[in-house]
């Protein structure tokens, strides 16, 4: 049994890449909004702190870069595939997705915070340092996993539980 170390290594950057604080926290918002005017405006809020911080392009990259990882992984594939393959993945849909995890640990007033914060010089600096982040991240999360299955490869070999590689 072979693992793919770039499914290791996807993984544990996409665990990494996205915004840290998110999954670092215990949820704050417990309670459902008691309007729908008010999860609304949560979510109108929670796409500007998107807008602001350019997730939009930085799943944009991620999945640029992801594609190019699957294309060294198997140059046998045509571009022909990795093109209609990337017309498939929609960086609106992966934005969408993350927008209840935001809603769920953080508040309105957190997010109306954050967005000051990010319009703030330091906030500014941050997003625009957030991709070079972003990629050395990805990059050390992809060394990582891949180091990491080696080594749990050769354990699972060493006891006996799956044969060597030919």
Do not use: C, H
Not at 62 to 86: C, E, H, M, R
């Amino acid at each position: 049994m072979k693992i793919n170390f770039l499914f290791v290594a996807v993984v544990l950057s996409l665990v990494t890449t996205f915004n840290r604080a998110a999954f670092a926290q215990t949820p704050t918002n417990t309670i459902a909004p008691s309007s729908n005017a008010q999860e609304i405006e949560k979510t109108n809020n929670i796409k500007k702190l998107f807008e602001i911080t350019g997730v939009k392009d930085i799943s944009r990259q991620i999945i640029t870069q992801l594609l190019n990882d699957f294309k060294s992984t198997y140059p046998q594939v045509p571009q022909k595939f990795w093109d209609n393959f990337a017309a498939e993945i929609k960086s609106d849909d992966i934005v969408t997705e993350i927008v209840p995890i935001y809603n769920k640990y953080f508040t309105n007033e957190e997010i109306k915070q954050l967005i000051i914060f990010y319009q703030t010089p330091l906030g500014k600096k941050t997003i625009t340092v957030l991709p070079q982040l972003y990629q050395e991240s990805y990059d050390v999360g992809k060394r990582y996993g891949i180091a990491a299955a080696q080594r749990a490869l050769k354990k699972l070999e060493a006891e006996g539980y799956i044969r060597p590689n030919q």
